[in-house]
């Protein structure tokens, strides 16, 4: 299996448990690797046969600015499950960092994977 990933996609959205969290816009970056044969779309050289990554970053960055999550683990979900069934990518992993979440740590989040990633 081939991989198309996407790196430090930088999106504002609300997340968060705490109050200030629920009025203020925070910055999560994304990092993801998806699943995808190419071989088809390098034969014909044709965008029809790829996983057109623009199309697939302006989908999350809409979903993601337009959400409100409590929890990373629930919006970590959600990106990959609109990855899998909206862009037919059998396999997704994905890195969400919440920056400075954490008083000390420049990094926090969550690293999911999701589907069979097949050799």
Known sequence: MDIIFLGGLKI????G??????ETKQTIVLDI?????IEKA???DDIQYALDYKTVSKRI???VENSQFLLVEKLAVEIVEIIQNEFNVPWVKLMLNKKGAISGASDVGIIIERGERKR
């Open 12 to 15: 504002e959205t609300i997340i």
């Open 42 to 44: 390098a034969e014909t």
């Open 61 to 63: 960055i809409d979903f």
């Open 33 to 37: 690797e998806m699943g995808f044969d």
């Open 17 to 22: 448990i705490y109050d200030w969290e629920r």
